[in-house]
């Protein structure tokens, strides 16, 4: 069984502060993703990585930026956070890589006051 | 532009009776497609997927339907029982490319009652 862990799982920051969620498989796999939810717009996919350091843009990716120096974590950063910000962010690796389907976390639920 | 739609934010049925959900897409090029459900304050979890070359893929209680002419696909639910009770989201992925990535629809939450 695919084992992913985000953290922090619940954070509460203010507008301008920088913010870093993190998340760590165990599982060496290659594909990882972080997607965000928010109400009326489902899942979006926020940034990807094939790799270590190897990382490209999501559909909504303004305001994030990812980094991957090792396989098994995947960082998310949001270098000054705005309440528009305020979301639930899924971490996922890809189980079978030639469909796409995915393995989520848990989730970590980030409000920009 | 939204290439995965499901327009039915809400569905509610009596427990028993069949669950219909609906999504459609736009892009063409999607070859894979995926149903996932998500109960609250949990991630999302896969529930069945279907390739392009198959019309219908069926797993117990859950089957996919797949109308590639109409760019429809479907999630069925016989019988319907109370812990379905859920979000459910239709994804699509183009499996030929190299990064294996989903795009998903808003979701459709399907409420069943004893």
């Known amino acids: 069984d695919a084992g992913i862990t985000q953290s922090p799982r619940h954070k509460v920051t203010e507008t301008g502060t920088p913010v870093t969620l993190r998340c760590h498989q165990t599982e060496n796999h290659r594909y990882m993703y972080w997607y965000r939810q928010d109400p009326g717009h489902g899942l979006r996919l926020i940034h990807y990585?094939?790799?270590?350091?190897?990382?490209d843009k999501g559909e909504v990716s303004d305001g994030y930026s990812v980094s991957r120096s090792k396989t098994e974590d995947f960082l998310l950063t949001l270098e000054s956070a705005t309440s528009s910000q305020t979301s639930v962010y899924f971490c996922?690796?890809?189980?079978?890589?030639?469909?796409?389907?995915?393995?989520f976390g848990e989730g970590s639920r980030l409000t920009v006051l | 532009d939204q290439q995965v739609k499901q327009n039915s934010p809400s569905l509610s049925v009596q427990e028993g009776r069949i669950s219909i959900l609906n999504c459609d897409y736009t892009n063409s090029m999607f070859d894979y497609f995926l149903w996932y459900k998500k109960y609250p304050a949990e991630g999302p979890t896969f529930l069945i997927s279907?390739?392009?070359?198959?019309d219908k893929n069926e797993d117990g209680r859950f089957t996919v339907f797949l109308n590639k002419s109409a760019k429809h696909l479907s999630l069925h639910i016989v019988p319907s029982q109370p812990g379905d009770s859920a979000v459910y989201f239709c994804?699509?992925?183009?499996?030929?490319?190299?990064?294996?990535?989903?795009?998903f629809g808003k979701g459709t939450l399907l409420t069943v009652n004893p």
């Open positions: 994804a699509a992925s183009t499996s030929g490319g190299s990064n294996y990535k989903l795009t």
């Open positions: 990585s094939y790799g270590v350091k190897d990382t």
């Open positions: 996922a690796i890809s189980l079978q890589g030639n469909t796409g389907e995915l393995f």
């Open positions: 279907i390739s392009s070359i198959k």
